[in-house]
Structure formats: C-alpha cells, structure tokens
T-cell receptor, first 115, second 113 residues
C-alpha cells in the first residue's frame, strides 16, 4: 500500500498566477500520476511522472501549462501555470506501488479555485 | 481503445434498499477492473477489484463480478446505509499499456434514512 499526502489541500488563486502542488508518498515508487477532476466530472489523466525523465503528457495537456517535477522516488510537483477560471478543479496525484496494475492509491486532492 | 461506461446518476435510495450501479468496459487484452469510492470532501479510495474473468471483488458489503462475456463489472450491495452516500467510479487498467487507469464518469449515490 501507499500513503500519499498533498499540499496545499485547497487554494483560491487569482487569474494569471501559478500554483505548485506537492505530492509526497511514504514509499519509493517508480511512476506517479497526476489527474484532474473538474466539477461533477470524472478523473482525467494529465501526465505520468517518472523519476529521472520527462513527464509524459496526455492529449490536451502540455508541459508549458502543467510543468511537472519528479526529483526522487517519493516526491513530485505539478504546477498549474497562468491560471484561468477553467482550471478550477481538484488535482490528484496517485501511484501504483506494485507496478502490476494491481491498484492505484490516491492522494486526498488539491481543490483549486481560480477567480 | 480503452474506455469505461458507467450508469449515470444521481441515484437516490432509501436505507436498506438494494443497490446496483452498472459498469461496462471496452479494453484490449485482459484488463483489471476496479471500483473506487469518493466520500464527500475526500479523495478516492479503492473499494474492490478483480483481476481476471469470473473473479468477484468484495468489500464492506459491496460486490462486483468480472464478466468477460458481457464486458461488465456491475457494483451491488444488498442493503445500503446512509454512510454509503458517495460517488462511485468504475475503472480499468489495461494489461498492455502501462499503469494508466481509465475511469468512468462516476455515479453519485445518496441514501436517505
């Protein structure tokens, strides 16, 4: 299993600013994932973050808007850049410690509101 | 491709009623199937899973059986409680494309006393 924490838990930001979300895992994992959950909708994968390499972004998401860092096997950050109200969402990180598709463990999420 | 289709909500039930939330999937290969639950104000938690055909996942009175012939993984509970009020997500992990999960749109359940 894995225990994941995220900071901040919520934030209210102004249009045009950037916010960096931190994700900390209590064990070493190869792959971490960042999802977005817009109000009333399901989860959409933003990117997969491997330690020591560039993140892999899904269609519709670009590095300039959502830069990701993965400095070690227990930590990652996602930055939401040049925010607009459309970026208001819950952002979640997750991990699959087994690497065997057995289960993804999710962080509690960061609830972002952009004014 | 890979996708999950989930019964639309919201669903409102009286306490002790029987619950079914339908989930069907499209996948290449032999995926693993999951139900996650999101309680109000919280993150997603794994409720149950099944990794091969005919497996039954169960937890907290909830059950779901991996039906390959109908590509389904319906969630059931015989007697719901108010504390089961949450959003339920069906998800799959394909066997051949790494660790990406594909989620359904979620079904909101409200159980009234």
């Amino acid at each position: 299993s894995a225990v994941i924490s995220q900071k901040p838990s919520r934030d209210i930001c102004q249009r045009g600013t950037s916010l960096t979300i931190q994700c900390q895992v209590d064990s070493q994992v190869t792959m971490m994932f960042w999802y977005r959950q817009q109000p009333g909708q399901s989860l959409t994968l933003i990117a997969t973050a491997n330690q020591g390499s560039e993140a892999t972004y899904e269609s519709g998401f670009v590095i300039d808007k959502f830069p990701i860092s993965r400095p070690n096997l227990t930590f990652s950050t996602l930055t939401v850049s040049n925010m607009s109200p459309e970026d208001s969402s819950i952002y979640l990180c997750s991990v699959d410690p087994s690497g065997q598709y057995n289960e993804q463990f999710f962080g509690p999420g960061t609830r972002l509101t952009v004014l | 491709g890979n996708s999950v289709t989930q019964m639309e909500g919201p669903v409102t039930l009286s306490e002790e009623a029987f619950l079914t939330i339908n989930c069907t999937y499209t996948a290449t290969g032999y995926p693993s199937l999951f139900w996650y639950v999101q309680y109000p104000g919280e993150g997603l938690q794994l409720l149950l899973k099944a990794t091969k055909a005919d497996d039954k996942g169960s937890n907290k009175g909830f059950e779901a059986t991996y039906r390959k012939e109908t590509t389904s993984f319906h969630l059931e509970k015989g007697s719901v409680q108010v504390s089961d009020s949450a959003v339920y997500f069906c998800a799959l992990s394909p066997s051949n494309t790494g660790n990406q999960f594909y989620f359904g749109t979620g079904t909101s359940l409200t159980v009234i006393p």
